[in-house]
């Protein structure tokens, strides 16, 4: 008996470049940047200026009773308690998902259907809390604290909010956190252990969880929107940060198609590895990314020349996107492979743990759609890029199967490979 297939039958975002599938897909195919001027800190100067904003939401205040949110969602008092602000973007990303997929509430809390979430917890939120234990001497310990604020918050208050019986779990590998999720999720589906499994990534977007990086070197001190984030550029100097929530359901096809939900790709095999190489920084040879996505193109039975358009890890840092650059030349440029490469994180900023799932369902959109995003802000492509495909402008033709690349902290690669949907 054959495994099943695996689709992506249900969406949700959260967005700097959208909060619904409509305006998100207008913004790829017309690289409309999300990103925007802030004061990360009013009455300071500090060097970074710039992030991928969230529209529609405001989520400043200490706790939830201070913070406003698009029209058109409820959520109970009890359950905000115990959220942080990516929180309240996920349970967003999620009815969104809920609402596209015409998931039932019978098939939510059925014991085949699972949540895998990913997100790094709420530094925010944890100061607040720890620094409110100290003050009081212990007297006064918040009694949501722990669980609005640790790496698990999401599945945590998510699976308990909508009863969800399946397998339950977080992934906590940094920037690749939301695509080794997908990719746990698949083997889930393909075994027979869950017929469908949420996968949701989330992440805050305030000082606390994005300036820290600015300690590591890692951030874009450019001040202009419009330039900050541009990945294999020449002057790229650093990542934009950005928050919000992405949400993607995979399911068996069967089980997609007998519920008439939409299906915007077919995700077909995965693959991952490790660097080994540094805690912070890539393999400057990008040997454990080039692994990483040998190993996704065996599990799909897919030969490098099959690849139409690779989604990019790149986050628009000098040695993480020349790692990129070196591990695409040697598993496609190499071997006379030339498919259409960018990173949407030129538009988004980078989400950090979420991005995967957020990028992963961008592609989701190509795939359907049939448009391919192009590599925005590219000026001055760097040396090391040469022989890349990086079409500056989105092309109006769609990819027909497309490669998704993700790398976190310690080396992790994680690597996707999804098709156009052909019954």
């Known amino acids: 008996m054959s495994a099943p297939r695996v689709v992506v039958s249900g969406l949700g975002f959260v967005t700097s470049i959208g ?15 999300g990103i925007e001027r802030v ?26 009773p201070g913070w406003t949110w698009p029209e058109g969602y409820t959520f109970p008092r009890d359950l905000l308690r115990g959220m942080a602000p990516h929180g309240l973007y996920a349970l967003c990303a999620t009815e969104q998902l809920i609402a ?32 409110q234990i100290h003050d009081s001497c212990g007297a006064r310990i918040p009694p949501m604290g722990v669980v609005s604020t640790i790496a698990g918050t999401l599945n945590f208050n998510l699976a308990a909010h909508y009863g969800v019986r399946g397998a339950v779990a977080g992934f906590v590998s940094a920037c690749a956190s939301a695509t080794q999720a997908l990719g746990y999720a698949c083997d889930e589906i393909k075994l027979g252990r869950q017929r469908r499994v949420l996968v949701i990534g989330g992440e805050d977007v305030n000082f606390e969880s994005i300036f ?12 202009d929107p419009a330039r900050a984030s541009r990945p294999f550029d020449r002057a790229r100097d650093g990542f934009v940060g950005t928050g919000g929530s992405a949400a993607l359901l995979l399911e068996e096809a069967e089980a997609a198609q007998g519920r008439g939900a939409p299906i915007y790709a077919e995700l077909v095999g995965w693959g991952q590895s490790a660097d080994g190489y540094n805690v ?31 989604n990019a890890h790149a986050t628009s840092t000098p040695v993480g996107d020349a790692s990129e650059a070196r591990a695409l030349h040697t598993v496609f440029t190499s071997g006379g492979a030339h498919p259409a490469i960018s990173s949407t994180k030129a538009l988004t900023g980078h989400g950090l743990s979420f991005s995967g799932a957020m990028e992963t369902a961008f592609c989701a959109l190509a795939l359907r ?26 092309l109006p033709t769609g990819p027909r199967m497309v490669l998704k690349n993700s790398s976190g902290f310690g080396g992790s690669n994680v690597c996707l490979v999804l098709r156009r949907w052909e019954n």
């Not at 909060?19 to 940047?33: C, G, K």
């Not at 820290?212 to 001040?223: C, D, E, K, T, V």
């Not at 400057?284 to 358009?309: C, F, K, N, T, W």
């Open 212 to 223: 820290p990086f600015h300690g590591m070197r890692a951030l874009s001190r450019n001040p």
């Open 39 to 64: 004061d990360f800190l009013p009455g300071t100067d500090l060097p970074v200026k710039v992030v991928g904003t969230l529209k529609g939401f405001d989520t400043a205040a200490a706790q939830w």
């Open 369 to 394: 759609d049939g448009f391919t995003p192009g590599a925005a802000n590219l000026d001055d492509p760097d040396p090391v890029c040469e022989g890349l495909n990086l079409p500056r402008a989105t």
């Open 280 to 310: 912070a920084n890539s393999d400057p040879d990008g040997r454990g990314l080039a692994v990483a996505m040998q190993r996704a193109l065996a599990s799909a039975h897919v030969a490098p020349a099959e690849i139409d358009y690779i």
């Open 100 to 131: 596209d997929a015409k998931l039932t509430a019978n098939e939510l809390t059925a014991d085949d259907t699972g949540m895998f979430c990913a997100s790094a917890g709420s530094p925010r939120m944890l100061r607040q809390f720890v620094n």
């Open 19 to 33: 909060n619904d599938q409509r305006t998100v897909a207008t913004s790829l195919r017309e690289l409309r940047s």
